[in-house]
């Protein structure tokens, strides 16, 4: 029978399903291997064909270890919370759940056709109670946590209180606000709960705070930065300010130096580990305080006379000519004079409409405004005008920068829209002869005590100065801030705090988990409250408010490959046992869009599980590939434009188009073949064509193509259910890993599709005769046929351990090629070549294994065949025969043969003694391996 691929893979999908042959259990006699994919948030579209591109080659990893003996845990779930759902179910009044169960079905739908080797026994999804119970649960650990810098690492609050008990605040060492208390033992234990509970919230690692925050007015909530683009929300386009609000955040910065050294140990792409870096931004400099002048005629709150400012270079500070604050910073409203105040209130309006990374890219607009009040420069005594700009954000450093033209480009093009004066300092290895050269412009102030010195002596004298004078001190800071963790959504996690009289509390654990309440609308309140605020009699224990806004889209991601090892435990998030045995993830295949977002976020949570000792590893992902993306191949039509500029009735092929003036239209790629245009369906595509005249090429109309990125909006987009319908899912798994390397991005081209399938087609055919009968030999394999077997054995085995999956495409080709030319039906080498391509193309494989006699189950625990180099060894070289330096000939000879040997073997060759005409050869020459040439 020829290749029935709707048969053999509906067969198969059924047979894995229910015999759950790919469920994973502990097993101590195999190694594990913990294959994982970056779980998809389930849209309403569905999968194209650039979705399953990870999927596809972890996938193949993951059958080719099987292969190799470990024992495969790969699993597969949803990212089910989000605000999709949540705005379809604002204009449509459907709950989220009801979307999001409907849409999941698609996705399982179309993962479960593609033939993936999930353990769905596994399944997980975000927006499941019995799974966020296990995300509130680690909140509240963090809640319940402070970092201690003297150990470097997260204890339990209790700790704390036990070092306030016995000494106070003054020894401790933590991460925490920049507003604790000094206090003495007695006085915390004279501190009322509610004061003990105000102070403990500034060590918590996950604390509520006044912060900056991206907020959309249009979808009623906060907005991470990477969904603002220019001022405006990915999703649905609407305008973003910056708006300080009470926000939950998490004490991230706490492990930014982990965060840091953790990525030397393990095996990421450079680009990414270089973005979380820079994302963490170390700097070593120092902190140095500007007193304000006349602070006492300002209303500045308690002990505050002066502005703290980071920098990395300390020794340019007796160059400083102005200092700039964020337009946040919570000193501006005191620090601006009446005089100013219309300019600094236009200038802080204009700049809540730009997102902190729009202010960050920005590096040429040169704004700001004066605030009226003025710093002393603490080491020259100078007097310096106080600014605001907004490419100083609140949350870096103190919020406060030095300019100094003379040193910085930036602030020298600040100082110069703005005529401010530009000091000019030397750096310190300079000497004074070349002091005496230095530029006109502005004033230069003599470097006092740090002339003559190096930058390292430099920089030591005057940290050790500014400390003595109790101005300022060494420092190293971090870019990186700590995450905003609450939205103003419905569909997403409730936080399991409620409060009382002002303060948050955790509720009891025994009560995870805190269930979304039912609402009438999935809208802000009339007063401004988040869509939770409409829940009604939603309160802790019938009194107490519960905290209203809901955890942001990254809390089920940051720890959910620890439930996956244990994903119907109802008394852990994860066993002991089970995370003692798969330990942390071996391979994870995701995007590279993720850098600083969850694999941020999910290395801080790893590290702090670690920290109380849920978890034993550092990190959680051992290896990561970033799959690149699957570009869309646009088709066009074109319509002829009129002489008056109109689109007229008519549409020319691509290559005659260059006689008429015409307007590219984008067209269904579903309804074109090859490039050619399906006429009849474009008219129901396009009704306004349906009376139109196609101007064709040799019968055809031929589409234009373009490379554009996959969108509905382009009418590009490819639904792998198509193609599984046409040709597979084995053609469409092969075909999606030809297309190229899997890390580089590359356009979808159907067209090519056809030959993976005649590929497929080929090699059933090898073990099927004329007639399709299925037949095979137990014949001894030839020599050449086991050639062919082991250099496709080895390539596959090299290219998949270095996830080269497209160049093993190539090679399979080519050995069914070389095989079907030697008419091999040998049992041996077909059957090692079935479990050499299953995990490219299960489908096929499985059935053929099954015909060829392994009736009991699948192949998937079968052993990968071993690679035999000694059938590559050449043993026999065809020689090139020359007659007085003509070739006349081949002639395959041994290597191991003596040239004497080789030249008795090429003279007795019936068809050299016509070329010889009965004379005897003068001289042969014997080069083995390489040439025999007779001279007569």
């Known amino acids: 029978m020829d290749y029935q691929f709707k048969e053999i893979e509906q067969k198969w999908q059924k047979f894995w399903a229910q015999h759950s042959t790919f469920k994973a259990e502990k097993n101590t006699a195999k190694p594990k291997f913990y294959v994982l994919d970056m779980f998809p948030y389930p849209s309403g579209a569905g999968l194209h064909v650039g979705h399953p591109l990870g999927y596809i080659a972890s996938d193949i990893f993951s059958r080719y270890k099987r292969l190799k003996g470990f024992n495969v845990l790969h699993p597969m779930g949803y990212d089910s919370f989000g605000l999709p759902a949540e705005q379809y179910a604002i204009q449509t009044g459907q709950h989220p759940a009801l979307t999001t169960e409907a849409n999941i079905n698609t996705y399982r739908k179309q993962l479960d056709g593609i033939g993936f080797s999930f353990d769905w026994s596994r399944e997980l999804r975000t927006s499941d109670p019995e799974y966020y119970k296990w995300t509130q649960w680690i909140f509240m650990q963090l809640f319940n946590s402070w970092y201690n810098l003297e150990t470097d690492r997260a204890e339990d609050i209790s700790t704390l209180i036990e070092k306030f008990n016995a000494a106070g605040s003054a020894d401790v060492k933590a991460v925490c606000d920049e507003d604790t208390k000094s206090f003495m033992p007695s006085d915390w234990a004279t501190m009322t709960d509610e004061e003990k509970q105000e102070e403990l919230l500034k060590y918590r690692l996950t604390y509520l705070k006044e912060s900056t925050v991206n907020w959309c007015a249009a979808l009623g909530t906060v907005l991470a930065n990477d969904e603002v683009k220019d001022g405006f929300s990915e999703r649905g386009g609407h305008p973003v300010e910056q708006k300080k609000m009470m926000q939950w955040s998490m004490r991230i910065s706490a492990y930014a130096e982990r965060l840091l050294q953790g990525l030397n140990s393990i095996d990421w792409p450079e680009p990414v580990k270089e973005m979380q870096r820079n994302w963490i931004g170390k700097s070593v400099g120092a902190s140095v305080k500007f007193k304000i002048e006349a602070a006492e005629t300002k209303n500045l709150p308690l002990n505050v006379d002066s502005i703290e400012v980071f920098t990395t270079r300390v020794d340019t500070i007796f160059g400083v000519s102005y200092l700039v604050l964020a337009p946040e910073h919570e000193l501006v409203a005191a620090l601006t004079t009446v005089e100013q105040q219309a300019d600094i209130d236009k200038y802080i309006a204009q700049t809540k409409k730009k997102s902190e990374l729009d202010r960050m890219a920005d590096t040429k607009t040169v704004s700001g405004a004066f605030t009226g009040s003025y710093v002393i420069n603490p080491v020259s005594g100078e007097r310096i005008q106080l600014w605001i700009a907004d490419y100083v954000l609140a949350g870096y450093g103190t919020g406060a920068v030095m300019g100094v033209p003379s040193g910085d480009q930036r602030d020298w093009l600040f100082a110069r829209h703005f005529n401010l004066p530009v000091v000019q300092i030397l750096d310190a290895q300079q000497d004074i002869e070349q002091q005496a050269d230095a530029t006109k412009e502005g004033k230069y102030i003599n470097s006092g005590f740090i002339n003559g010195m190096n930058y390292n002596e430099a920089v030591a004298t005057l940290n050790a100065w500014l400390e003595e004078k109790e101005v300022g001190r060494a420092k190293v800071n971090y870019r990186m801030r700590d995450a905003i963790f609450g939205r103003q959504r419905y569909w997403g996690e409730p936080i399991p705090v409620y409060f009382k009289d002002g303060l948050p509390y955790l509720i009891k654990e025994e009560e995870l988990p805190l269930m979304l309440p039912e609402i009438d609308k999935y809208l802000p309140t009339e007063t401004g409250e988040p869509p939770l605020g409409r829940a009604e009699d939603w309160k802790y224990e019938d009194e107490y408010e519960y905290e209203l806004s809901t955890m942001p889209g990254w809390a089920g991601s940051s720890w959910y490959w620890y439930r996956y090892m244990d994903a119907r435990n109802d008394s852990d998030f994860a066993s002991k046992e089970a995370i003692a045995y798969w330990k942390d993830v071996d391979l994870y295949i995701g995007g590279a869009e993720h850098a600083t977002g969850h694999l941020l976020y999910s290395r801080f949570w790893n590290k702090f599980l670690k920290d109380l000792g849920y978890v034993q590893e550092e990190e959680p992902f051992k290896k990561l590939i970033n799959q690149g993306m699957i570009q869309g191949r646009s088709s066009f039509v074109y319509r002829v434009i009129d002489e008056t500029g109109r689109g007229t009735n008519t549409l020319v092929s691509h290559g005659l188009r260059k006689d008429y003036k015409t307007s590219a239209l984008h067209v269904d790629v579903n309804i074109v073949d090859n490039d050619i245009l399906n006429i009849e369906q474009f008219k129901l595509f396009r009704p306004e064509f349906a009376d139109a005249e196609f101007i064709l090429e040799n019968g055809k109309y031929i589409c234009g193509v373009e490379v554009e990125k996959m969108s509905k909006s382009k009418f590009n987009v490819v639904n792998p259910d198509v193609l599984i319908e046409s040709y597979g899912a084995d053609t469409l798994r092969m075909y999606e890993m030809f ?184 001289k042969v020459i014997v080069v083995p391996g390489r040439i025999v040439n007779i001279v007569i």
């Open 739 to 922: 297309l190229g390397p899997l890390e580089q991005s590359k356009p979808w081209n159907t067209n090519g599709i056809e030959g993976v399938f005649k590929f497929l087609r080929k090699f059933w055919r090898l073990f099927h005769n004329e007639n399709w009968d299925f037949h095979v030999s137990d014949s001894v394999p030839a020599k050449a046929e086991l050639k062919a077997l082991h250099k496709i054995i080895k390539k596959v085995q090299d290219d998949i351990e270095r996830f080269s999956f497209n160049t093993s495409v190539s090679s399979f080709m080519i050995a069914v090629n070389e095989l079907t030319e030697l008419k091999c039906r040998n049992r041996q080498v077909l059957e090692d070549l079935v479990v050499v391509l299953s995990p490219y193309a299960p489908h096929i494989c499985e059935e053929l294994w099954a015909l060829l006699g392994h009736e009991e189950g699948s192949l998937s625990y079968t052993a990968y065949p071993t690679f035999n180099p000694e059938y590559l060894v050449e043993d026999e070289f065809s020689y090139p025969i020359s007659v007085n330096g003509k070739t006349r000939m081949n002639l395959n000879i041994a290597l191991t043969l003596h040239p004497k040997e080789v030249e008795t073997l090429v003279l007795a060759n019936d068809d050299i003694q016509k070329y010889l005409e009965g004379k005897a050869p003068k």
